[in-house]
């Protein structure tokens, strides 16, 4: 079984910080690895995509992806309230897109 | 660019009644994926179609059904509905340029309810 796994959260963290969400996925043959937000009641949006090991910057977000570990991670700097939604890991290889549970992430003013 | 939309918006049938869900994908985007998504289960792919044809299929009943015409507008089918099926119902699309750098952008979705 193709899982992806996170920390379903809450997570809480206060305005201004690093907010750290996790995801772990267990198919070596993954290819493409995205984070999604969705805020409550609506539809998932995309924030980032990482294809290859490293780190990738789109303003305040940073997604690093470590292949040998199985492992992806979205950094939020400078966190804001609006930033409060759940976060869905999203994994694809060559048949299908699979998504993490997703976390929950409160920004507390 | 106009998103992805997803008609009707929202849904309230009774069990053992049929439901057909629409999608119009993002203009020049070829592939339409559909999920399931609940509370408990997160969200679920059901199937994915690429020029009309079905590409993959999640692990869901013969119940749910879908097809894609030739301007890839896409529908799903519930038939003989359950209490279960109650969720929301996402469409995304994608431009199927490439299999493994393919993003995918989600419409609206519809909320259905099963009374």
């Known amino acids: 079984q193709k899982e992806v796994e996170q920390n379903s959260g809450p997570l809480s963290v206060p305005e201004g910080a690093i907010a750290s969400l996790n995801c772990t996925y267990s198919?070596?043959?993954?290819?493409?690895f995205f984070w999604y937000r969705q805020y409550s009641g609506k539809s998932p949006e995309l924030i980032m995509s990482?294809?290859?090991?490293g780190d990738k910057e789109d303003g305040r977000f940073t997604a690093q992806l470590n292949k040998a570990s199985q492992y992806v991670s979205l950094l939020i700097r400078d966190s804001q309230p609006s930033d409060s939604a759940t976060y869905l890991c999203?994994?694809?290889?060559?048949?299908?897109?699979?998504f993490g549970a997703g976390t929950r992430l409160t920004v507390k003013p | 660019k106009a998103g992805v939309t997803q008609t009707p918006r929202y849904l309230i049938k009774t069990r053992g009644q049929q439901v057909t869900l629409s999608c119009s994908p993002i203009s020049g985007h070829r592939s339409v994926s559909w999920y399931q998504q609940t509370p408990g289960q997160g969200l679920q792919f059901l199937f994915e179609?690429?020029?009309?044809?079905?590409?993959n299929k999640g692990n869901f009943p013969g119940r749910f059904s879908g097809r894609q015409f030739s301007n890839s507008r896409s529908e799903m089918n519930v038939s003989t509905l359950e209490l279960g099926d109650s969720a929301l119902y996402l469409c995304?699309?994608?431009?199927?340029?490439?299999?493994?750098?393919?993003?995918?952008?989600f419409g609206p979705g519809t909320r259905l309810t099963v009374l």
């Open positions: 999203a994994v694809t290889d060559n048949n299908d897109m699979r």
């Open positions: 990482i294809y290859s090991n």
């Open positions: 179609y690429f020029s009309e044809t079905q590409r």
């Open positions: 198919d070596r043959g993954s290819q493409s």
């Open positions: 995304a699309s994608s431009l199927a340029l490439n299999r493994y750098t393919d993003t995918q952008y």
